[in-house]
């Protein structure tokens, strides 16, 4: 069975620091791939996504994933962190019409 | 106003007991979702419907139910409550994509504790 595994329970960087937030996933071909953010209370919302083309892909909110398809993974990339940026992050990985699984979420924490 | 909603935002409610959560969008899209959430385990496809005639199981459909009233509305339903089945639910919509998956808007989610 497809499963997306986030390595990192919680993590916590100082602001200013760079982040990078692990996803990887178990499944041949090249599924269509997302990261969201969920604040305090709040749903869910899309930062980014691949789905082909350029490896790199730019998000809102200056975060940046890269697919390494020999690694199968996505991982979330932001240079320097702010405060705002505490929140759970999600990596979800979807394949074609009936599978969509998220991993076990990343609790970022952020220090003064 | 928000583009998905869900009523109600908190439920407590007894073993046994039928309850429904209601999801309405206006986004125009055609395609719905029904998630939960644990703690531990990240969110898990329930159900999901690509139109109002097209309704289908996802990883973890025992013990639900849905309906697809109109194009903005979802429901889900839980025929006889039980305690496993207190989590954070989330309705979530998306459009169209050929053969694969799109960004998928969320509603702010309804705590439901089954006691």
């Known amino acids: 069975a497809q499963s997306v595994t986030q390595p990192d329970i919680h993590i916590t960087v100082s602001e200013g620091a760079s982040l990078e937030l692990r996803c990887n996933y178990s499944?041949?071909?090249?599924?269509?791939l997302f990261w969201y953010v969920q604040s305090p209370g709040q749903g869910l919302q899309l930062l980014l996504k691949?789905?082909?083309?350029?490896?790199l892909v730019q998000g809102i909110k200056g975060f940046e994933a890269e697919f390494k398809r020999s690694q199968s993974s996505f991982n979330l990339r932001k240079p320097s962190v702010h405060w705002s940026d505490a929140a759970e992050y999600f990596c979800a990985v979807g394949r074609n019409n009936n599978d969509m699984r998220f991993g076990a979420g990343t609790r970022l924490t952020v220090k003064p | 106003d928000a583009d998905v909603t869900q009523t109600p935002r908190n439920r407590i409610t007894k073993t046994g007991k039928r309850i429904m959560l209601e999801c309405s969008q206006t986004k125009g899209h055609d395609r719905m979702y029904w998630y939960r959430q644990d703690p531990g385990l990240g969110l898990r496809l329930i159900y999901y419907s690509f139109d109002v005639k097209d309704i289908n199981k996802g990883e973890i459909s025992d013990g639900y139910s849905v309906s697809r009233q109109a194009q903005a509305k979802f429901s889900l339903s839980l025929e006889s409550a039980i305690p496993n089945q207190t989590a954070l639910y989330f309705c979530?919509?998306?459009?169209?994509?050929?053969?694969?998956?799109?960004?998928?808007?969320f509603g702010p989610g309804t705590r439901l504790t089954v006691l």
């Open positions: 979530a919509t998306s459009g169209p994509i050929r053969g694969g998956w799109n960004e998928q808007f």
């Open positions: 499944y041949g071909a090249t599924p269509y």
């Open positions: 691949y789905f082909s083309g350029d490896t």
